[in-house]
């Protein structure tokens, strides 16, 4: 049984060599809050909200509490959700003073209208969104994790629930020495994620090259256009890596729970999960 599933990844780039298992256990973790989201009946969304708040809350990736800081020294957020099943999508970009930009991602998608929020108007955006009681706090800038979840470099993951609804997620705090106000893929619709009813793809790397070839959206249409999601994952990067000769890594999964995973970079943490909390797949991605 393939669904439902999850994939997910901690980030794609130079890992040292100590890192990595720390790296693949928080993903691993965060893995597993999703995906009891999915057991415990909740939907795509659901799951990869809480897969993706356990990331950023961990203190050991890009994304959240463990964001790299620009070279003023403030952490400067951004995070999309994007749902596949009605192709709407929620960003939000260079966020100061929160620390899970998925949940507002979400919020901005399900709620105002609109699809992409910047900067301090975003920050206002959060305060309504907590004022709502969409989410609860559990301090000040920091969304409570949701009791049923457990949910209790850049992350992000494609989860697929048991009606084949897929949804994907990109969070993160950028490349090093970003300079104020840049905002990378991970916000980007078609770059750093994209989702619609056949398949999800969530990318990693470097930004301003992973948006020139709007990366995740090439590689769903590959899919679209019968390509096995394991070599359309392959098929992106060869092309990524052919156009911009930079760096980056992919997660995929389609409507039936299949995945693939590539990278050029020297590591990716990845988990699966997929049928089953027991089948669990752990592994870090290499070029
Ligand atoms: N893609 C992210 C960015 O360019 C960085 C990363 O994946 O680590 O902001």
Known sequence: MKLPMIIVHGGAGKWKDERIPVGLEQVEKAATAGFQVLDNGGSALDAAEACTVYMESCGKLNAGLGARAN?????????????????????VAAITGIRNPVSLARYIMEKTGFSFFAGDNAKRLYEKMIAEGYR???????????????AKDTVGCVVVDGQGRIAATSSTGGISKKIPGRVGDSAVMGSGAYANDVCGATATGWGEHIMRVTLSRMIVLYVEE???????????MEMFEAKTGSEAGVVVADAKG???????????????IQGSI????????QE
């Open 71 to 91: 070279i003023d020294g403030v952490k400067e957020l951004d995070a999309m959700i994007v749902d596949g099943s009605s192709l709407n999508f929620g960003s």
């Open 136 to 150: 609860t706090e559990a301090e000040p800038g920091v969304v409570a994790q949701s009791s049923d979840g457990g």
């Open 226 to 236: 019968g390509l096995d999601v394991g070599l359309a994952a392959k098929r992106g």
């Open 258 to 272: 299949n995945y693939g995973f590539s990278t050029n970079a020297k590591a990716m943490p990845t988990v699966i």
């Open 278 to 285: 027991d089948n669990m797949t752990s592994f870090t991605c």
